[in-house]
């Protein structure tokens, strides 16, 4: 989906039902696209400040648990861990606050509630802030996407797009007719800077987790997302992925968010979310420079 993260104005919709429904409104596990949101829940609870460093050494103790992380990623700020989208940070983050947190930034940015857009389009599920003894490491889990909170794709592009305008929270919409209703969200101007910055490092750094993706001479920012794909009895599968990816351009004055969601694709493939909104947002360049 494209859309104008200024004011929530849907510029196209596309999507192929599969087997686990509409991939545009199904709600699932966002992955490491809900990251943005446990930094700004650490950001914002005093948790961290963003000259706070960590070190990754790519494993994550946890009780009786190791948890892991993709690379030893090594010393890193919150702008960092974005960029390289660290699991390890973002583990001690949330071992240190808890749960609350991460809630509020997650009810202020709309993911428990409809986009406005979809009819009987469901509400994002957030979990009940409270520890979960039968599931110690549930608040870690939902630091990176991968536990208790679910979305969709125009939830979660709604919520992006109040990062990438600065702030305010849209109601999605078609053309005609008035704009509806927005809010602000509750969050300092250079905690949404910092997030907004460290995603387009994520693109243009060559540490970043999307450098492959970059159009020379056209700067965007974008956060990847990644979420094991049920294999065909149901279980998580080893090979197949649900593959996430959120981008806005240009950076500082937005104009154009697409979001793209594509299920059960391979790991380690060439074909990931990442791949197909890059091809949109080359698309979109042609069109403006004609």
Not at 34 to 48: C, R, W, Y
Not at 71 to 77: R, T, Y
């Given at each position: 989906m494209a859309l104008n993260?200024?004011?929530?104005?849907?510029?196209?919709?596309?999507?192929?039902?599969?087997?686990?429904?509409?991939?545009l409104v199904t709600l699932h596990q966002p992955g490491s696209t809900?990251?943005?949101?446990?930094?700004?829940?650490?950001?914002?609870?005093?948790?961290?400040d963003a000259d706070t460093t960590l070190t990754c050494n790519q494993s994550y103790p946890f009780g009786e648990l190791t948890l892991t992380c993709p690379?030893?990623?090594?010393?890193?700020?919150v702008s960092k861990a974005l960029a390289v989208s660290c699991n390890s940070f973002f583990y001690a983050l949330a071992e240190k606050q808890g749960p609350k947190p991460l809630h509020a930034v997650a009810s202020a940015f709309g993911l428990g509630e409809p986009s406005g857009i979809?009819?009987?389009?469901?509400?994002?599920?957030?979990?009940?802030?409270?520890?979960?003894?039968?599931?110690?490491?549930?608040?870690?889990?939902?630091?990176i996407g991968h536990g208790a909170y679910y979305t969709n794709l125009l939830g979660l592009a709604r919520a992006y797009a109040a990062i990438a305008n600065g702030g305010t929270l849209p109601t999605l919409h078609l053309s005609?007719?008035?704009?509806?209703?927005?809010?602000?969200?509750?969050?300092?101007?250079?905690?949404?800077?910092?997030?907004?910055?460290?995603l387009v490092d994520a693109v243009e750094k060559d540490y970043g987790r999307s450098y492959a993706q970059?159009?020379?001479?056209?700067?965007?920012?974008?956060?990847?997302?990644?979420?094991?794909?049920?294999?065909?009895d149901g279980s998580p599968s080893d090979t197949l992925m649900d593959s996430w990816f959120v981008a806005f351009a240009p950076p500082a004055h937005p104009t154009l968010l697409v979001a793209a969601r594509l299920e059960s694709v391979p790991h380690a493939g060439p074909v990931n979310a990442a791949a197909v909104v890059r091809e949109v947002l080359l698309g979109a360049r042609a069109l403006a420079q004609r």
């Open positions: 993260p200024r004011d929530g104005k849907v510029l196209a919709l596309h999507s192929i039902a599969g087997s686990r429904g509409d991939p809900f990251k943005v949101f446990s930094a700004i829940a650490a950001l914002e609870a005093g948790t961290i690379l030893a990623h090594g010393p890193e700020d979809a009819p009987d389009e469901p509400a994002g599920v957030l979990r009940d802030p409270v520890p979960d003894p039968a599931r110690p490491a549930l608040d870690l889990a939902d630091a005609g007719g008035a704009t509806p209703a927005t809010r602000r969200v509750p969050y300092a101007d250079t905690t949404l800077a910092l997030v907004r910055a460290a970059r159009i020379g001479g056209y700067v965007f920012a974008g956060k990847t997302g990644g979420v094991d794909a049920p294999g065909p």
